[in-house]
C-alpha cells in the first residue's frame, strides 16, 4: 500500500473517532477531574501507557496524579477519581482496580471502546471511543487500517490532551505554570 494512502486512512480514522465522542461524556469527564481530590489512573498494556501520558499533563496543570501500580502510589480515598483506559472494557487488573475504587468511595471513569464492558458497566462514568476493540470486534464501522488496538490508544491520548485543553481553558491557567512544574529530571 502506498505510504501517502496509509497514513490519511490513520488521520481519517482518528479524526472519525474524536469526531464521533459524546460531548457530553467530555464535559461529565472534564468536571469529574476538575472537582477530584486526587487523580489515580490506570490500564493495561498501550493503554496504561496513555493514561501515564494523561496523568503526566495533569500533574504538569497542578493536579495530584497517581499511577496504580507504581511503588510510590498512596490509597485511594473517597473524594478521588479512578481514571481507567481499557478497550474492552474487560481487563481483569482493570476491573479489579474500580472495585478497590468504588469500595472505598472513590469515583470512577473508563475511557473504552465497549460501553457494554464489565469494567465499563462498574464505572460511575463512561468515555466512549468508537475505535476497535483489542480483537473480535464485529462492527464494521470501527475496523481500521492499524493493526490490534492501535486506534483506540491513540485515541485515547487524543481525547486526554483535548481534555487538558479543556480543564487548561476553564482555569484560565497560565502555560508557564505548566511548565514550571515540567521534570528538571530527565
Known amino acids: 500500500m502506498d505510504g501517502k494512502i496509509y497514513r490519511q486512512q490513520m488521520i481519517d480514522e482518528l479524526s472519525r473517532t474524536l469526531h464521533g465522542m459524546d460531548n457530553r461524556q467530555v464535559d461529565q469527564a472534564v468536571e469529574q477531574i476538575m472537582k477530584a481530590k486526587r487523580l489515580f489512573f490506570a490500564g493495561a498494556g498501550r493503554a496504561g501507557l496513555m493514561m ?9 496543570m497542578g493536579y ?58 462498574k464505572a ?27 486506534r483506540f490508544e491513540q485515541s485515547t491520548l487524543l481525547v486526554s ?3 487538558v485543553k479543556l480543564i487548561k481553558e476553564k482555569m484560565n491557567l497560565d502555560i508557564q505554570v505548566m511548565y514550571g512544574n515540567h521534570s528538571t529530571l530527565e
Do not use: W
Not at 124 to 129: A, H, K, N, R
Not at 141 to 147: A, D, L, M
Open 52 to 60: 501515564k501520558g494523561f496523568a503526566m499533563r495533569l500533574m504538569h
Open 124 to 150: 460511575d462514568q463512561i468515555l466512549t471511543l468508537t475505535a476497535p476493540q483489542f480483537r473480535g470486534d464485529p462492527d464494521p464501522e470501527r475496523c481500521s487500517v492499524q493493526p490490534m488496538g492501535n
Open 64 to 121: 495530584e496524579c497517581h499511577v496504580a501500580g507504581d511503588a510510590t502510589t498512596p490509597s485511594i480515598q473517597k473524594g478521588d477519581l479512578l481514571i481507567v483506559a481499557s478497550g474492552k472494557a474487560e481487563t481483569m487488573t482493570s476491573s479489579y482496580f474500580v472495585d478497590v475504587a468504588k469500595e472505598v468511595g472513590a469515583s470512577t471513569l473508563v475511557i473504552t471502546a465497549n460501553p457494554q464492558g464489565t469494567v465499563a458497566r
Open 161 to 163: 490532551d483535548y481534555i
